[in-house]
C-alpha cells in the first residue's frame, strides 16, 4: 500500500462549525504533513509530525488544531474558520531515518481536502 | 533561509515540442532536489528527484541535472505529449523535515 488516503475530498462549512479532515496512510511513515494549497500557488506547509510528536508549527493560527492519535493517523481539526481559509489542505508523509530529521526521501501527498468556508 | 525560484506560466507548446522550465534555488548545505507534478483535482506527484551534484534524474521522459555551480535543476523534455499538461513545481529538501516548493508552472500541451 503506497497511497495516503485522505476524507473527505470536499467540505463545505460555516464559520461556526467544527469539522475534522482526516490523513491515513499505512507505509510505515513516521513524518506527516499538513500543507495548505490556494489555487495557482504552491503548496504551504503547515505542521509536521515526527513520531506522533509535532515538530513544525508554522506560526498558524489556533484556529486549526493537529492531532497525531498513531503512526497511520493524522487529523487536522477545524473551528471558526474564516473564508479566506478556503483552500485545498494536503496531507504527506516520507520516511523516517534513525540518524536524524535529514532526508532525501520523497514526500508522498494524498489527494487534498477541497474547504470552502462560507 | 531555502528558496526556489522557478519560471512562471503557463507555458503553451505544441505536442511533441520540447520542454523546458527552469528551477534555480538558494540553500545552505547540500539539499536534495526534486520535480513534484500535480494534475487537476489531485495532490502531488514526485516526478524525479537528484540528491547530489552532477545528479540527473529522470522518469517519463523528463530529465534534470543537479547543477551546483549554477545553482538550478532545470527540467527537460524531448517531446511533450498532451497527457503531460499539468502544473510542475520545483523544490528543495535540505533542513529538518522542511520541503520548500516553487510557485508552479502550469504546462499545457495542445495537439
Known amino acids: 500500500d503506497t497511497e495516503v488516503t485522505q476524507t473527505p475530498k470536499h467540505l463545505v462549512m460555516g464559520m461556526t462549525n467544527k469539522k475534522s479532515l482526516k490523513c491515513e496512510q499505512h507505509m510505515g511513515h513516521r513524518a506527516m504533513y499538513w500543507y495548505k494549497q490556494k489555487a495557482k500557488k504552491p503548496p504551504e506547509l503547515m505542521f509536521v509530525y515526527s513520531y506522533e510528536k509535532l515538530s513544525i508549527n508554522e506560526s498558524v493560527p489556533s484556529r486549526f488544531s493537529p492531532e497525531c492519535p498513531n503512526s497511520s493517523l493524522l487529523n487536522l481539526h477545524l473551528h471558526a474558520l474564516q473564508p479566506e481559509d478556503s483552500a485545498l489542505y494536503l496531507c504527506?508523509?516520507?520516511?523516517?531515518?534513525?540518524?536524524?530529521?535529514?532526508?532525501?526521501?520523497?514526500?508522498?501527498f494524498g489527494s487534498g481536502t477541497q474547504l470552502s468556508v462560507l | 533561509g531555502n528558496s526556489v525560484t522557478q519560471m512562471e506560466g503557463p507555458v503553451t507548446l505544441s505536442e511533441e515540442a520540447f520542454l523546458t522550465i527552469n528551477c534555480t534555488y538558494t540553500a545552505t548545505g547540500y539539499p536534495s532536489l526534486f520535480w513534484y507534478v500535480q494534475y487537476p483535482g489531485e495532490g502531488l506527484q514526485l516526478l524525479l528527484k537528484a540528491t547530489k551534484a552532477d545528479d540527473k534524474g529522470s522518469n517519463k521522459g523528463f530529465e534534470a541535472t543537479y547543477r551546483k555551480e549554477t545553482t538550478s535543476f532545470h527540467l527537460e523534455k524531448g517531446s511533450v505529449q498532451v497527457s503531460d499538461s499539468a502544473v510542475y513545481f520545483c523544490?528543495?529538501?535540505?533542513?529538518?523535515?522542511?520541503?520548500?516548493f516553487g510557485i508552479g508552472t502550469k504546462l499545457q500541451v495542445i495537439p
Open positions: 504527506a508523509s516520507r520516511p523516517l531515518f534513525l540518524t536524524g530529521g535529514r532526508t532525501n526521501e520523497k514526500l508522498f
Open positions: 523544490a528543495l529538501s535540505g533542513g529538518y523535515q522542511k520541503v520548500t
